[in-house]
Nanobody, 116 residues
Framework: QVRLAEFGGGDAQAGGSLRLSCVAS????????MTWYRQIPGNERELVAS???????SYHDSVKGRFTISRDKPKNTAYLQMNSLKPEDTAVYYC??????????WGQGTQVTVSS
C-alpha cells in the first residue's frame, strides 16, 4: 500500500509564490511518475505538472514558465514550486504517483487560494 501526503497549500496574493510538497510512503519499489493535478468545484481534474522516473517533466500550458516540478527520488518526494500565481490558479491540488506494480495513488488534496 502506498500513501501520499501533501503539504504547503494555503493562501497567496496574485504574483506571489507557494511551494507544494508530496511525500510517498509505503511499499515502494520504484515510482514511475509523480504528478500534480488540480480541480475547481464543478470542473474536471486537470494535470498541472508531471515528472517521470528519469526526470522528464511536462506542464499544462497555463502554468509553463511559472510552475516548476522537481523530485527528490531518495526521499520519494515531489515538489511543485508555483510562482507568479494568478487567481485562476485557485483550486484543490492533488498529488498522484504511479508506483511500479501498483495502481495510481492519490493524495487527499490541498487547497490553494490566490487572491487578486
Amino acid at each position: 500500500q502506498v500513501r501520499l501526503a501533501e503539504f504547503g497549500g494555503g493562501d497567496a496574493q496574485a504574483g506571489g509564490s507557494l511551494r507544494l510538497s508530496c511525500v510517498a510512503s509505503g511499499n515502494i519499489f520504484r515510482i514511475d511518475d509523480m504528478t500534480w493535478y488540480r480541480q475547481i468545484p464543478g470542473n474536471e481534474r486537470e494535470l498541472v505538472a508531471s515528472i517521470t522516473n528519469d526526470g522528464t517533466t511536462s506542464y499544462h500550458d497555463s502554468v509553463k514558465g511559472r510552475f516548476t516540478i522537481s523530485r527528490d527520488k531518495p526521499k520519494n518526494t515531489a515538489y511543485l514550486q508555483m510562482n507568479s500565481l494568478k487567481p485562476e490558479d485557485t483550486a484543490v491540488y492533488y498529488c498522484s504517483a504511479k508506483v511500479w506494480g501498483a495502481a495510481r495513488n492519490w493524495g487527499q488534496g490541498t487547497q490553494v487560494t490566490v487572491s487578486s
